[in-house]
């Protein structure tokens, strides 16, 4: 289950920095030389513990997709457009044979209008990782 802080800027949301790991794939001592280096992005509470905006996870989402660069790349090279953007479901609605899919990537956000079957079939949800390829005026949902 995950955790949540309440926004404190912007009204953005705030996690732990298990939450952040897990999500990013990396471990809780990685994370934490991360934000030593400044790597990554952290606010302090007051108790001096680390929260990490989500726009800040968002942003390394691709990046941490598997462990070496090659293993990056073939996540790419599964499809062949390359305007793909890696990033976090927001919402996905499902009414009659569509579905509204929003995307949040790097603080922006994403709408695509796939088929309520699509949306199904790749079982799509809230907080799940999605990359939305982009080809013309279409956009379509890759489930990462």
């Known amino acids: 289950m995950r955790r949540k ?31 030593y280096k400044k790597k990554i992005r952290s606010i302090q509470t007051a108790g001096g513990h680390h929260r990490i905006p989500r726009s800040e996870v968002d942003k390394l989402l691709f990046r941490t997709r598997g462990e070496t660069e090659k293993e990056r790349q073939q996540i790419v090279r599964r499809v062949s457009g390359r305007n793909q953007l890696v990033g976090r479901i927001d919402s996905v609605r499902i009414s009659g044979l569509m579905a509204e899919v929003k995307i949040s990537i790097g603080g922006q956000q994403i709408t695509s209008i796939i088929t309520a079957a699509s949306a199904r079939e790749m079982q799509l949800k809230r907080g799940q990782t999605a990359a939305a390829l982009i080809k013309a005026t279409e956009v379509m949902i890759l489930r990462v």
């Not at 952040?20 to 001592?29: D, M, V």
């Open 5 to 35: 802080l309440q926004p404190q800027r912007n009204d953005e949301e705030m996690l732990m920095l298990r939450d952040a790991a897990l999500q990013l794939g990396i471990s809780f001592p990685t994370i934490k030389q991360w934000i």
